[in-house]
């Protein structure tokens, strides 16, 4: 019996008298923590020498903060607007500043992109698994408290919960908790502000050994604004979409590459021209192979994140392919043999054919067929006879006077209780939570947040999964290749953690076990370094995290390379080809001097041009013409904003390139332009006295 709690004190007073001892406490990923219940019960447990506290968890975010006077004063009131009440975890602060006390730890499967580089306590406690592996080792680390925010709502009188953002993990670790004996505390904690997912994230409203109720735990959920996309961006995410097939599956990340295959989805269903004419400027060997047309049966989505693109694609009407929860159906419908927008008959038929049902239904039948809209909702059976509204006729399918009654009265308007879009967890915007909470309980319902050990693996449901994700292109994104082919996402060769594994495993190892699906690695061909522009495929590295026998399709702004089922002499021409021209000769020089091309190798002319400036200048129509926008879907920024964001882009990218600083100084300081007086204000440059502070007034006036 659940135990409601209305005050969050109350709430961490019960877990320290339930608890006895060290308590080890497992939070999701990202904005399903309670952060109000956490904090209280950090903040009690740092204040007592007595007790002692190990947090396991991944993704704690944090509002941005600035890293000089320009940036804070810039994002003071932009972070109040559209960050709101969100409340900071106290953890991450006090490990930040290295201030944890020795009695509390933190230990993360997946950290915040960059943020902990240099971070001795955060890099020397992070738990490198795979996603799938979370729920278990959690239970190795002795979890015995898990708390997670919670939507709620009451209907007739009876509490619903929904684990919303996070239904990922938590009902694997309960379940394996539960049943190995071990002892565990589950705490709930109502935020108002989360969107109710129904579906695999709805709970009873007894789930939970606590429900915290406190007014004080609701408030806004973390929601980063959308990042800008770049002509690079763009140009991976037209030839990710390229390679997409109707009628698929579709797994994406969040950040700017997953904006761009969204909206160069979306230019592909609506612009098939366009769409067209950009592959063709892109590609200099021509298009063949790549996928033009529109998406005329729709897209499944399945990935462990659901993000903003996806939602924006479930809208354009892309992701629309539904799927269903029974192997057999799916399989009827991937056939063609059963249709989810009209049930025949026939529907029923091909289920009898392939032993899905019996000629004479059962009890049994009537439920399935029921459940998927095949039948009415009122179709009885008794005693071998049907009945619906005062008709009957016998359960017999081959009967000739059973099938006309079934036919002209028993039979559903199309199938019900399909899923489009498949998430373990979810992180977006602040128009992405609202929308969500917008949204119609019928649109909703095609929405399942569900557990990640049944989205990120075959195993366990494996005919269900193979029929449910036919033709899937699972799209992530990595921070260099090799030449060989293996992959570095998640940390440096020094062992620094940049941000962690996640699924990303899962969803290689997936792409290579399904007969149709495909890899896609995307990455930037650059990337910056406090020694300026390096390319991003480099000849060797010494960490990997996705090993060369495993590679696939790899995409850079510069074209794809397919790798699968290739020497390793044609996988080094093919990532030289879709390489920064700038760095080509040093890759080929490197792969001769260790015997993996041959001598008289060169690099195809065709495959010269591949510069920043070349492809700004090959997308320059459609940026211009606005189907390529800086911010496809959006942004919380205004106008003004985005002119000081620009210009403060400038003013950093410049201080790390000395000449160009130097220039951007001269030619500011010659032209003597002036920022508009509230721009200078809003950065705390209205009253610049210091040699310092007029020059960054000066340089931000001239690039304003």
């Known amino acids: 019996m659940t135990h409601t709690i209305t005050s969050l004190a109350a709430a961490v007073d019960h877990v320290l008298d339930t608890i006895q001892g060290p308590i080890v406490l497992g939070i999701p990923l990202g904005v399903g923590k ?130 919303s953002s996070n239904p990922d993990v938590t009902r694997e670790v309960v379940e394996r908790l539960r049943l190995s004996g071990g002892q565990l505390l589950t705490v709930g904690v109502v935020n108002q502000a989360m969107p109710f997912m129904p579906n695999g994230a709805e709970v009873a409203g007894d789930y939970f050994d606590v429900l915290v109720t406190d007014p004080a735990a609701t408030h806004a959920v973390f929601a980063p604004p959308n990042a800008k996309v770049s002509p690079a961006d763009y140009a991976i995410g037209l030839h990710a979409a390229s390679l997409v097939r109707d009628g698929g599956t579709l797994q994406i990340g969040i950040g700017s590459l997953g904006d761009a295959i969204g909206q160069a989805l979306i230019v592909r269903d609506r612009h098939g021209e366009a769409f067209r004419s950009m592959l063709e400027s892109l590609c200099p060997n021509g298009t063949s192979g790549r996928e033009l047309g529109r998406f005329d049966q729709g897209l499944y989505g399945c990935s462990e994140m659901f993000v903003n693109a996806f939602l924006k694609l479930m809208e354009a009407g892309i992701i629309r392919r539904e799927v269903f929860a029974d192997a057999v159906l799916q399989q009827c419908i991937n056939n063609g043999t059963v249709a989810v927008d009209t049930v025949t008959l026939d529907s029923l038929h091909a289920l009898l054919a392939v032993g899905r049902i019996h000629r004479k239904l059962t009890a049994l039948d009537l439920q399935f067929l029921q459940t998927f809209g095949l039948l009415k909702a009122g179709v009885a059976l008794l005693d071998n006879t049907l009945t619906l509204d005062g008709i009957s006729c016998t359960n017999d399918l081959h009967d000739p006077a059973s099938a006309e009654a079934i036919t002209e009265h028993m039979l559903g308007a199309r199938l019900q209780g399909g899923i489009c879009m498949t998430g373990g967890f979810f992180l977006g915007p602040n128009d992405f939570y609202q929308r969500l909470r917008a949204s119609p309980p019928h649109a909703l319902a095609k929405i399942d947040m569900t557990r990640i050990d049944f989205i990120n693996q075959l195993y366990g449901d ?123 000769d040093e890759l080929v020089e490197q792969a001769k001097a260790n015997g993996k091309l041959e001598a008289s190798y060169t690099v195809p002319e065709c495959y010269r041009q591949n510069l920043p400036e070349a492809l700004e200048h090959t997308l320059h129509p459609w940026l211009t013409a606005g189907m390529l926008p800086d911010y496809p879907f959006g942004t919380d920024l205004t106008d003004d904003e985005l002119r000081m964001v620009r210009a403060m882009q400038k003013i950093k990218h410049a201080s790390q390139h000395p000449t160009e600083l130097l220039t951007m100084a001269v030619k500011s300081l010659w032209e003597g332009r002036e920022a508009p007086p509230a721009y200078l204000e809003r950065l705390g440059l209205t009253e610049a006295h210091s040699f310092k502070d007029l020059l960054i007034r000066r340089l931000f006036s001239g690039n304003v």
């Open 34 to 163: 309670p952060n109000p219940f956490v904090n209280a019960l950090y903040r009690r447990i740092k204040d007592s020498a007595t007790r002692e506290l190990t947090i396991i968890t991944a993704l704690s975010l944090e509002k941005p903060v600035g890293h000089s006077d320009l940036e804070r004063h810039f994002l003071e009131p932009l972070v109040e607007r559209v960050f709101a009440d969100y409340p900071d975890l106290d953890y991450v602060k006090d490990s930040r500043s290295g201030h944890l006390p020795p009695n509390i730890h933190v230990r993360e499967f997946f950290l915040k992109t960059g943020d902990y580089l240099g971070n001795d306590l955060a890099q020397q406690s992070y738990i490198s698994t795979n996603y799938t592996f979370v729920a278990r080792d959690m239970a190795v680390q002795g979890i015995n408290l898990l708390a997670q925010a919670v939507a709620s709502r009451h209907d007739a009188g009876t509490l619903r919960l929904s684990l």
């Open 462 to 584: 494996d005919a269900l999964k193979r029929a449910q994700r036919v033709k899937a292109s699972f799209i992530n994104t990595t921070m260099m290749v090799t030449l060989l082919g293996a992959a570095v996402s998640d940390a440096l060769d020094t062992g620094q953690v940049v941000s962690g594994v996640g699924g990303q495993y899962n969803f290689v190892a997936m792409s290579h076990a399904l007969p149709d699906a495909r890899l896609m690695m995307m990455l930037r061909a650059t990337h910056q370094t406090k020694n300026g522009t390096v390319s991003s495929i480099v000849w060797n590295y010494g960490h990997t995290t996705i090993p060369r026998h495993l590679r696939d399709v790899v995409i850079t702004e510069y074209g794809v390379a397919e790798l699968r089922g290739q020497s390793d002499s044609e996988v080094v021409k093919r990532l030289i080809a879709v390489a920064d021209s700038r760095f080509q």
